[in-house]
């Protein structure tokens, strides 16, 4: 059971490139999540989508972007990288009815450093 | 002041003690409530999820919401080495959980 899968796990960035982190999940989830957790921190949303082709921005969508092309599949984009998107980010997925209504499951994130 | 506040802690406690974390929130429209435990590196996994107000007990994990105090609580009763983890509180007005406000989490080192 590979559940959600989130590539690379580790990335060091230098400031103004970009990159795109890779998000798949494997249990027919319609929702999908990316958040970022800055250390000692809770998770902020950054994007969310509730299905293919439909995003919508959460808490910190700046400097961020998202696309939905398949059920899978969530990517995240960061363009002209900043030192203030040095972070974890964690992608999740989840489901919304009755008892699964507020299980959300993550992968073990992407922890990337820009200089 | 954040909508949700988590005792910071660090955290810790001998093996077998009754582990008490606790979470307070400014919004009354939150209706549900989780507890997310994360392993160090890891990503948070849902360990307790809470509907309005009540207790909700699951082996030795016990959540708790007081809506009228706004203030939720996870006991952990005889507390095992392996519940050394960063634990998260996390409340939502609806059941998309996903946009749920969560914490910044209280961090528990239980020694053998």
């Known amino acids: 059971n590979a559940g959600v899968t989130q590539t690379p796990k580790f990335r060091i960035l230098k400031i103004g490139q970009s990159m795109t982190l890779q998000c798949t999940q494997d249990m027919n989830h319609n929702y999908m999540y990316w958040y970022r957790q800055d250390p000692g921190m809770g998770l902020k949303l950054i994007y969310y989508?509730?299905?293919?082709?439909?995003?919508d921005k959460g808490e910190v969508p700046n400097g961020y972007n998202v696309s939905r092309s398949t059920t899978e599949d969530f990517p995240l984009r960061l363009e002209l990288a900043a030192p203030s998107q040095t972070s974890v980010y964690f992608c999740?997925?989840?489901?919304?009815?009755?008892?699964?209504?507020?299980?959300?499951?993550f992968g073990e994130g992407s922890r990337l450093t820009v200089l | 002041q954040k909508e949700v506040e988590q005792d910071p802690g660090p955290l810790s406690v001998p093996e077998g003690a009754i582990v008490s974390l606790n979470c307070t929130y400014s919004?009354?429209?939150?209706?549900?409530f989780m507890w997310y435990r994360q392993y160090s590196r890891k990503g948070p996994e849902l360990l307790m999820y809470?509907?309005?107000?009540g207790n909700k007990e699951d082996g030795r994990f016990t959540a708790q919401v007081d809506k009228s105090s706004k203030y939720i609580s996870l006991f952990i009763r005889d507390s095992q080495p392996s519940d050394s983890a960063t634990y998260l509180c996390a409340m939502s007005v609806n059941t998309n959980a996903g946009k749920s406000t969560f914490g910044d989490g209280t961090t528990l080192t239980v020694k053998p």
């Open positions: 919004n009354s429209a939150f209706q549900y």
């Open positions: 989508s509730v299905g293919a082709g439909i995003t």
């Open positions: 809470t509907y309005s107000s």
């Open positions: 999740a997925s989840g489901g919304l009815a009755g008892v699964d209504a507020g299980e959300l499951f």
